[in-house]
């Protein structure tokens, strides 16, 4: 580039700008400021004191309006600042005291405030103001700026910019280059895996156990001594700080992890003790204890050189690291989400030392505020610094300290397999000087629910259909139930989705047919399915426990485990009853083996519990019974009255045969629903008929195909009757023990194959004529995307559409519906089908964070949101 008054060559200045950062540019009126923020920064993120002037003012060059114009422009910036945003500040900003609350809003949301000082000769920024014809400044406004800007060019960095460039003339300012920078706590490319291990505080030997456990290869110098350590499947290890002090060997501790950072093996954080000792070894002041003087003797006996590699190892540590995409953060004394990926003294405050309530327990010691119990972040946070007992999640949190160095073990957590490993400490290589708190962080329950984490209009993120909203008024009738009827939030893990119909039939005499179902699923692209048969019970989510502690260990909550409705409420008001259902499951599933096969002690299913008398009665009572009884009360009366005025020979014909007719449909109306209803007692006459195992520890299992799910299935009931069976030998046949499970009948389809599809459709009518009610036409793969051509997948298709019996449809939609069916085909499904797909997602969602062990919060979000979504206004009959 060329100097326009000299002719010589300008080298390309490069100021280096950290991604997350306030950009402060200062210059006076006329320097350029405005067209470099142009020409280096998007557009959004620079904020301008003309343009907040013209947003209050409708002039941007109304000088009277500048107070109310900074003040937008402040709130602007904290909010961009706020969510992590790069902002750049457009004004001239040559006062201390306008720059002073720059940099203060930039410390109150911990970033780097950076100047980029525009100085261009007076006389220049006077031509150009008086070549603009919008701007007329006065004679002395230019002058005066540059006095105050060359009064400031020194003490900016005092004034707390972290980085400061100063641009010198018009050349540099056309040269300049920005070169945007990670921040140094930024390895969110990083994706692991990682085995994060906790404080080792000189216990060298356990660490080489651990990470030979781990599957790191040591490499020794030739004195021995481990100075490397690899994994051959290229994992990574992460250490969370406190590697020194109070142990038997501070040096081979740190001569192992600084050779694996050195290598790329390993990253670290500083702890305390680390950030104490590198200040004592550089001449510092301090006050030599808890373990201190213990490094700084071993240290004595190393070299120089070792010495001077460990201060250099300690000054160079970051207080904190967001990994893998931001989902894991690694620091050593935890940290509040706000503070993720944030600069500032106060941030590494917090990462080394935690937040303490300002008291001392009876040991003298600072109580620590228990930021965990109130953590909401989504990234996990992985932490030591507080010893515990043992290592425990708390609301997507964990602390890895569990005491090596007073006698506990040493841990690791493998990552993102949330695998727990440990090894036990050779000895008590120091006392405490106080138990290990059985009270801490990792030893108690995360935080319970709050009303914050429901109320209001929410948006919820779901893996398969991107954000879903719910509606503050929905959210209010969720809450509702859930505060007053729903079980155990703790056990309540997954309610399930509403469900379409089939698109309408227009076949004579039908409402819905499976050949629109079939027909509507190859137009999205779906090929195979399959046909479940629909038991006409009540919909009922099972989660049964291997043993009663299991329950416990997983949940929280001692028992069997629970049966509950689409509404989160208890399916069995008696506890005995719902006992004795949860065994019989318990049985089948451990004859069958699936505990074993699929490594849980807990089983979520979705089923149907028939009779549907058993949940319905009262609905049975005062809805379908009231209108046979007065269907068979009254119109044998009609007819009666029409035969005897027919006698009289008035023509009554059509009226009579229209009366016959109605007589004919409350007569199969009150047969429909009988069908589903039959007496019990105790356990005689409960069927159960799941369709689905939805979960099991660490998987979801709602997303394997639907052929895994009805084999699951078929082993459950066979080994139900087995068990029943084998309960009949062992009484003599006395008892009559009868089988509880029921299987699931099922069709597969393939929608390119017409005869396929026929021998469904036979099907369904044969489950229909003898009075079922009807079928499920399900994707088999799960879940499944509509190909928009080419391969390409697109939005997600109907989970499953239920395609009802022209009997069983009387119950729905009344004795008489055949009679007004060109009527009811004009009922719209677009509402219905789009609460399906998103509570679909929603379920699945929670399912997910469920198998991932998010803490209850995160789980009881998606649920929450089913619940509100289902008092979302829609025909009740689809």
Not at 57 to 66: K, L, R, T, V, W
Not at 165 to 192: F, M, P, Q, S
Not at 426 to 455: F, H, K, M, S
Not at 694 to 715: K, T
Request: net charge negative; aromatic share 6%; hydrophobic share 40%.
């Amino acid at each position: 580039m060329t100097d326009d008054e000299t002719g010589s060559t300008t080298t390309p200045r490069r100021l280096p700008v950290t991604d997350v950062s306030l950009v402060v540019l200062i210059g006076t009126s006329g320097a350029g400021k405005s067209s470099f923020a142009r020409r280096h920064f998007l557009p959004t993120q620079v904020v301008s004191s003309d343009f907040c002037r013209g947003l209050v003012a409708d002039d941007e060059n109304d000088q009277s309006a500048s107070a109310e114009a900074f003040d937008l422009l402040h709130y602007i910036v904290g909010k961009r600042l706020a969510a992590g945003r790069l902002t750049v500040v457009d004004a001239t900003n040559v006062q201390p005291e306008a720059r002073k609350q720059l940099v203060r809003i930039a410390r109150e949301h911990d970033v780097l405030p950076i100047a980029i000082v525009l100085d261009v000769p007076p006389g220049v920024c006077a031509e150009r103001n008086r070549s603009r014809p919008d701007r007329q400044l006065a004679a002395h406004v230019v002058p005066r700026q540059n006095r105050e800007l060359r009064r400031s060019l020194r003490d900016l960095e005092r004034e707390g910019f972290r980085k400061v460039h100063i641009l010198r003339g018009e050349a540099e300012v056309a040269a300049a280059e920005i070169e945007l920078e990670k921040r140094y706590n930024d390895l969110c490319h990083l994706t692991g895996p990682f085995d994060i291990v906790g404080d080792i505080h000189g216990c060298r030997s356990e660490l080489e156990t651990l990470l030979t456990r781990l599957g790191y290869t040591l490499t020794r110098d030739a004195e021995g001594r481990p100075v490397d350590a690899a994994h051959p499947a290229g994992r990574t290890a992460v250490f969370v700080g406190d590697l020194v002090d109070r142990g038997p060997d501070t040096p081979g501790v740190l001569r192992l992890v600084m050779g694996m950072v050195a290598a790329g093996h390993a990253i670290c954080v500083p702890g305390n003790h680390e950030n104490k000792l590198g200040r004592a070894m550089d001449g510092k002041k301090v006050t030599v204890s808890y373990g201190l003087q213990e490094s700084l003797d071993q240290l004595a006996g190393e070299s120089e050189e070792f010495r001077a590699e460990v201060r250099a190892f300690m000054r160079g540590l970051v207080s904190h690291y967001l990994l893998d995409g931001g989902a894991l953060v690694v620091c050593h004394a935890g940290l509040p989400e706000r503070y993720h990926g944030r600069n500032s003294g106060r941030v590494r405050s917090h990462a080394l030392y935690g937040e303490t309530t300002g008291e001392t327990d009876e040991y003298g010691l600072p109580v620590r505020y228990p930021w965990a119990e109130e953590y909401r972040g989504r990234a996990l946070v992985v932490y030591g610094h507080t010893p515990v007992p043992s290592a425990s999640f708390v609301n997507n949190t964990i602390c890895l300290d569990t005491g090596c160095v007073f006698g506990g073990s040493l841990t690791a957590l493998r990552y993102p397999e949330r695998e727990l490993v440990s090894v036990e400490a050779e000895q008590e290589w120091y006392a405490p000087v106080r138990p290990l708190l059985t009270d801490a962080p990792g030893a108690r329950e995360g935080r319970p629910l709050d009303l914050a984490d429901v109320a209001g209009r929410r948006t919820v993120e779901t893996g398969l259909h991107g954000r879903v909203a719910v509606r503050e008024e929905n959210a209010a009738a969720a809450l509702e139930v859930m505060s007053r009827f729903a079980l155990d939030p703790r056990l309540l893990t997954y309610l399930p989705p509403t469900m379409a119909p089939s698109p309408t039939s227009r076949r004579d005499g039908y409402l819905e047919r499976p050949e629109e179902a079939f027909l509507a699923y190859r137009a999205d692209g779906v090929r195979h399915l399959v046909c479940e048969e629909k038991h006409m019970g009540s919909r009922a989510v099972v989660l049964v426990a291997r043993d009663d502690a299991a329950l416990e260990r997983r949940f929280g909550v001692a028992g069997p485990g629970a049966i509950w409705t689409r509404t989160g409420r208890a399916f069995l008001n008696d506890g005995e009853l719902t006992g004795a259902v949860l065994g019989r499951v318990r049985e089948a599933a451990e004859r069958a083996g699936l505990f074993e096969e699929l490594g849980t002690d807990w089983l979520l299913l979705d089923a149907e519990l028939m009779p549907w008398s058993l949940k319905a009665v009262e609905l049975l009572r005062r809805q379908y019974a009231a209108v046979g009884a007065a269907a068979g009360a009254a119109l044998p009366e009609v007819l009666s009255a029409l035969e005897r005025a027919a006698g009289r020979g008035l023509d009554l014909v059509e009226l009579t045969d229209r009366q016959r007719r109605r007589a004919a449909d409350a007569a199969a109306f009150t047969e429909a629903y009988r069908r589903y209803c039959w007496p019990t007692e105790g356990l005689s006459g409960i069927r159960l008929a799941p369709f689905q195992l939805l979960a099991a520890e660490g998987a979801n299992l709602a997303v394997r195909p639907h052929d895994e799910h009805l084999a699951w299935i078929d082993r459950l009931v066979d080994a139900d009757e087995r068990n029943a069976d084998a309960g009949n030998a062992d009484a003599g046949n006395a008892v009559g023990k009868e089988p509880m499970l029921h299987r699931t009948g099922r069709v597969l389809v393939d929608t390119e194959d017409e005869a396929s599809m026929a021998a469904a459709t036979a099907w369904w009518e044969e489950l229909t004529g003898a009075g079922g009610e009807g079928m499920v036409v399900k994707p088999l793969a799960s879940v499944a995307r509509t190909m928009r051509g080419e391969g390409r997948s697109g939005g997600l298709v109907q989970p499953g559409v239920k395609v009802r019996g022209r009997e069983y449809l009387r119950i729905i939609y009344g004795p008489d519906y055949t009679g007004h069916l060109d009527r009811l085909r004009q009922r719209s499904l677009g509402h219905k089908r789009s609460l399906a797909l998103r509570e679909y997602a929603l379920g699945l969602e929670a399912l997910d964070r469920l198998a991932a062990g998010e803490p209850l919060w995160r789980v009881h979000e998606p649920v929450f949101a089913v619940l509100a979504l289902e008092s979302e206004p829609v025909d009740p009959r689809l």
